[in-house]
């Protein structure tokens, strides 16, 4: 059984101000402090799997100040990786940045937590309007179409998806956010996604603002730090600092476990 190989690839960018990323009083609020837009792929003698699907070409060109370089779907041609390659596409959660692209990945099985879903076709975000603009309705329906074709597999806590690769239902951010721990030769890591925005988030037990429980954001910190090998095991979600704690293959990919 082999490990995984992981990597990082950067598709977007986008300024930003410290405000905009944690939450309560900060004192440097109007400070500069970028955001980057990641999917992460984990590829194994057997598998090859996608974590998130970053932004849609469409939506993208709507979004004030996004460097969009290119669709997530074509970036992964510097890794030699087809969509058709891709077997199964692993969503942490279903904001619009990390489903755009999903429905591009033909012969995949789709992995979402079952609370997720099922926090999306509940009632609540009719009602919680602030936060409406982080769905996109096309994304929703292609999955409940997967649904309907046997394609969607709907976990509930912790599930192993692969020898080596598994996920765990940590909340926090969103109702069923959930995070990937994935074997590598050199340690099992965990692609935290938005369960950690940027590093700081994390390190300084400072909550992201955007979040669905505040008690539910600093035990998904915990859980990520039980689940890896170590702090240097843990990949935030927005981090320009992914592509500076890890070597670069190209500029935008950083190679988690070569
Ligand atoms: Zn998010
Ligand atoms: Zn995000």
Sequence with gaps: ??????????????????????????????????????????????????????????????????????????????LDVTPDAVDHVILTHLHYDH????????????????????YWTSHWPARVIRESWLLEDEDLAHLQEAETDGRLLLATGDMTILPGLSVHLVGGHTAGMQVVRVRTAVGTFVL?????????????????PILSTMTGTYGAFDRIKQLADSPDHIVAGHDPLVLDRFPRLTPDIAVIAG
């Design 192 to 208: 935290a996604s938005d369960a950690s925005h940027f590093y700081e988030n994390i390190e300084d037990d400072r909550p992201f």
């Design 1 to 78: 059984m082999s490990d995984f190989r992981v990597y990082a690839i950067r598709y977007a960018e986008r300024d930003a101000v410290r405000g905009e990323h944690f939450h309560g009083y900060d004192a440097r609020a109007a400070e500069p402090h970028p955001t980057s837009y990641y999917v992460w792929l984990a590829v194994s003698d057997q598998h090859t799997v996608l974590i998130d699907t970053g932004i849609a070409p469409a939506r993208a060109a709507g979004i004030a100040g996004l460097r969009y370089r290119t669709s997530p779907v074509n970036a992964l041609a510097a």
């Design 99 to 118: 489903t755009g692209t999903a429905h591009q990945f033909g012969n995949a099985k789709y992995v979402v937590q079952d609370a997720e879903l099922g």
